[in-house]
């Protein structure tokens, strides 16, 4: 998901919620109702990241261009198998709601959409994939909340791929534990090294230069 459309900050609309004394629901309602109302213009997306809608625009060229060869990459991988690769869609977990750079979830969703149709339960979500955004909020985005979020709902693979960790990185964090909010085990490689997944539906299937691209200084990217 990305934070920045160019290199000039973006400044997100505040965003307010209802009263959760005055309106009877918990917080966590609250800001579901409210972000459930919001009307944005085209080219924005929201989702609900550690008690905050968080907006932000679609992502510049060098990001897009990542995350589209890595899901026709998994198409063709998967394309045997009961399993899809997904995007611009939400996944939702506990009145949280996420859109991921690219998912991998069971070919037939239609028994995993939530009851009131908004997105696909994060149940049936088998790894997630965020190529990490600029800026400063991007940055944290990525790397610390949605890291936090994802292993608290369970989600077992979280791949990272960040463009502004020293040359590119490559991160696959596994074996999530809910209640802490952690991934017990990171792999991390340089751009320019394969990377492969190690479980689940896309178990094998490698992140390399044809994904990446070539190392790349930071200052360029």
């Known amino acids: 998901m990305t934070a920045l459309a160019q290199e000039a900050p973006v400044t997100t609309p505040e965003i307010t919620t209802p009263d959760a004394t005055t309106s009877g629901s918990d917080p966590d309602e609250a800001l579901w109702q409210a972000w459930k109302t919001m009307e944005l213009p085209e080219g924005l997306r929201a989702e ?33 198998s009961e399993y899809v690769a ?12 996420w859109i991921p750079d690219c998912f991998v979830a069971p070919e037939d969703l239609e028994e995993h959409v939530t009851d009131d149709g908004i997105g696909i339960k994060a149940t049936a979500v088998q790894t997630i994939v965020e190529v990490v955004s ?58 320019g090294t394969d990377v492969t997944i190690p479980e689940g539906p896309a178990k094998g299937f490698t992140i390399g230069e044809s994904i990446t691209g070539p190392p790349r200084d930071t200052r360029d990217a």
């Open 86 to 97: 997904r995007q611009d869609m939400n996944v939702v977990h506990d009145r949280k709601v």
């Open 48 to 80: 609900i990241i550690e008690g905050f809608i968080e907006v932000s625009p679609t992502g510049r060229f060098a990001h897009g261009q990542i995350a589209n060869r890595l899901r026709d990459k998994l198409v063709v991988f998967l394309a045997e």
């Open 134 to 191: 600029p800026g400063h909020d991007g940055l944290e985005r990525d790397r610390e909340r949605k890291r936090r979020a994802y292993a608290r709902a369970g989600i077992p693979v979280y791949v990272l791929i960040d463009d502004y960790d020293d040359h590119g990185t490559v991160s696959v964090l596994t074996s999530p534990r809910p209640d802490d909010g952690v991934y017990t085990n990171a792999h991390h490689v340089g751009y």
